[in-house]
């Protein structure tokens, strides 16, 4: 049974340019969460998501920062115009169900922005 | 709200010592507790959790916690520390009505030979 599966593992980009993230959950979970962590800090939490919803948004900058969790295929984090600051190691995680008593991390993706 | 407080941003131990861990969280609901550890450029792995029940909890790789309500503490210990236990360690709190886990900042363990 896969984990949580992320790509591309390093994304490197230029300033102005568009990163796209990718995150498959496990087989069978409805539930994604993407979070964020800068260097020598933890993980900030930015959304989550289950199919086809944004169920809370509350993590997410208010400009550049989008995702998405359609029916088929993996849950995006889509951030434009990249900026210097948005280098960081960005996490999804996924669950089965509603319940918080476990979040499953993917391996990250870490972004480098030029 | 909750928030996670892992006192000590670096620790040192030597192998075969004990390991402690601390972390205090805040919570004004029933949280549950989780310790996750990362090795460098790697994922978060889950070591242990709690949620209901026993308040000591045994981990993988010979790591536990105790839930003290009173002290509202989650520390993390571990009778001897080896090489392969170096690495980052999140202590992080969620509630049954959330929507997200919150973390603490850290702390790196190093292990001297």
């Known amino acids: 049974n896969a984990g949580v599966m992320q790509n591309p593992r390093h994304l490197v980009r230029r300033r102005g340019q568009e990163a796209r993230l990718r995150c498959s959950p496990m087989?069978?979970?409805?539930?994604v969460y993407w979070y964020r962590q800068l260097p020598e800090e933890g993980l900030k939490f930015m959304v989550y998501l289950q199919k086809e919803n944004i169920i809370d948004e509350s993590g997410m900058p208010k400009e550049r920062f989008s995702a998405e969790f359609p029916k088929e295929g993996p849950s995006i984090l889509r951030i434009q115009q990249v900026v210097r600051g948005d280098s960081a190691a960005y996490f999804c995680?996924?669950?089965?169900?509603?319940?918080?008593?476990?979040?499953?991390f993917g391996p990250g993706t870490r972004l480098l922005v030029l | 709200a909750q928030s996670v407080t892992q006192l000590g941003s670096h620790v040192s131990v030597s192998e075969g010592a004990l390991v402690l861990l601390r972390c205090n969280y805040s919570?004004?609901?029933?949280?549950?507790l989780f310790w996750y550890v990362q090795y460098p450029n790697q994922g978060l792995q889950l070591l242990l959790k709690?949620?209901?029940?026993?308040?000591l909890v045994k981990g993988i790789n010979g790591f536990e916690a105790e839930f003290k309500k009173s002290e509202t503490s989650f520390h993390l210990t571990k009778p001897s520390a080896h090489m392969s236990d170096a690495a980052e360690y999140f202590c992080a709190v969620s509630v049954v009505t959330g929507n997200q886990f919150y973390f603490g900042t850290g702390t790196s363990l190093t292990v001297i030979p």
């Open positions: 087989k069978g979970h409805s539930h």
């Open positions: 995680a996924s669950s089965p169900d509603y319940s918080q008593e476990t979040q499953y």
């Open positions: 709690y949620t209901t029940g026993a308040t």
């Open positions: 919570s004004s609901v029933p949280p549950y």
